[in-house]
């Protein structure tokens, strides 16, 4: 991680056309929510519209730094372009006192230490979105996904494999979005924070899925959106008071979102998915996966904070900066599975992983750390895949 606030320097590149280094991009957006609406709708001032995707044709791009703006134009994709990508443009300033850019260029990260040579298969198991506590919810497809984790469904091949399960990784959103109190989703987003569940139920079944799990393997589980603890980011560990009977192995690790873990010589970085939710609102890309690894190229793993997504104020470094590739980056609670081998132009490597919220697909992801190969496994009463 590194401090997101870089030295600006303007380079003459053959005559009259510029570097602009490292400068931040900003989206101006007509549908944007702001905190002044959001305040004025908190007092019934000003009604407004629900939307699910925020941009429009009158979309423009901003570069600018702490002096300066210019609109940007040319070859760069305004509606694929988050606020908050650190980016060099190459270029001229036009007479009508806008940008033309005629190349981009991002970070490079560091290389990370070369991966170890497994002698045999290891598997990390990936899940997300497991949505407790909602009513009337059929826990059959969860119940499936433990029973096979802890060897007591599959065929002797399935088994074996999932015997080599040597982590499993909850990605966010345990409970459900019905253990919300209601009268917050009706506050403004910068008050989030007050998210709390409401009913116990979601928590013991969460508890009782968890004893399960970590009485055969280590679990690592990561707070989300409608978990209850701090909804602004990085969001803080989930008690291991609310999980009195899984608490009693020391194989269960509450651990932060973003998360951040060395597993058998893999640096593996990932998020609940809230950022890559938030960059697919106010861009047009459909693709949740180039979404994903546009924050790896730009080396931030949440741009759009603290602009449209909450979090926690830093004065002197970013967190959310990434200096160093990492072997496996994923974002959890997303629409489906989708899988990627990235490699940049210096040759390094990085495996992207969307995984899908459990609640909607009844699917999590195991992966091979050997081949680096993944693959969705479905749990549902009718079939497995």
Not at 40 to 66: A, G, V
Not at 291 to 298: D, H, M, N, P, V
Request: with cysteine; net charge negative.
């Amino acid at each position: 991680m590194g401090d997101r606030d870089q030295n600006i320097q303007t380079l003459p590149v053959e005559g009259t056309r510029e570097v602009l280094y490292h400068r931040d991009l900003l989206q101006a957006h007509e549908l944007k929510p702001s905190i002044l609406d959001e305040v004025s709708e908190e007092y019934n001032l000003i009604p407004q519209p629900k939307k699910d995707r925020y941009t429009s044709d009158s979309d423009t791009l901003i570069l600018e730094d702490e002096l300066q703006r210019i609109t940007l134009v040319g070859n760069i994709n305004i509606q694929t372009a988050c606020t908050g990508m650190v980016v060099a443009v190459l270029g001229e300033e036009k007479e009508n006192g806008k940008f033309h850019v005629e190349d981009t260029c991002f970070m490079n990260l560091q290389q990370p230490s070369p991966l170890p040579a497994l002698e045999e298969d290891r598997y990390i198991f990936f899940v997300s979105g497991l949505g407790l506590g909602q009513q009337g919810k059929n826990l059959m497809g969860l119940q499936l996904l433990v029973d096979l984790i802890t060897g007591q469904l599959g065929s002797e091949e399935e088994q074996k494999k999932f015997s080599k399960v040597i982590r499993i990784i909850l990605a966010g959103d345990g409970l459900s979005r019905d253990t919300q109190d209601t009268s917050v989703l009706h506050t403004a987003k910068y008050l989030s924070w007050k998210v709390q569940a409401t009913t116990v139920e979601g928590v013991k079944e969460l508890d009782d899925i968890l004893t399960q799990l970590v009485s055969n393997v280590p679990v690592d589980i990561m707070p989300g959106e409608f978990d209850p603890t701090n909804g602004i980011l990085p969001q803080q560990p989930l008690h291991k008071c609310m999980f009195p009977k899984a608490n009693a192995y020391p194989t269960l690790n509450c651990v932060t979102n973003p998360y951040e873990a060395d597993i058998a010589g893999c640096r593996v970085i990932g998020t609940s998915g809230q950022p890559v939710t938030d960059i697919y609102q106010f861009t047009t890309n459909e693709d949740r996966l180039e979404i994903l690894e546009e924050t790896l190229k730009t080396g931030h793993i949440a741009p759009t904070a603290p602009d449209t997504l909450p979090c926690y104020p830093f004065l002197k470094e970013d967190p959310f900066i990434l200096s160093e590739m990492p072997h496996i980056y994923f974002a959890g609670n997303q629409t489906k599975f989708q899988s990627k081998l990235w490699e940049d132009e210096s040759g390094q490597k990085c495996l992207l992983l969307t995984i899908p919220r459990f609640s909607q697909t009844q699917a999590g992801v195991l992966l091979n750390l050997r081949t680096m190969d993944a693959t969705a496994v479905v749990f549902s009463s009718e079939f497995m895949e």
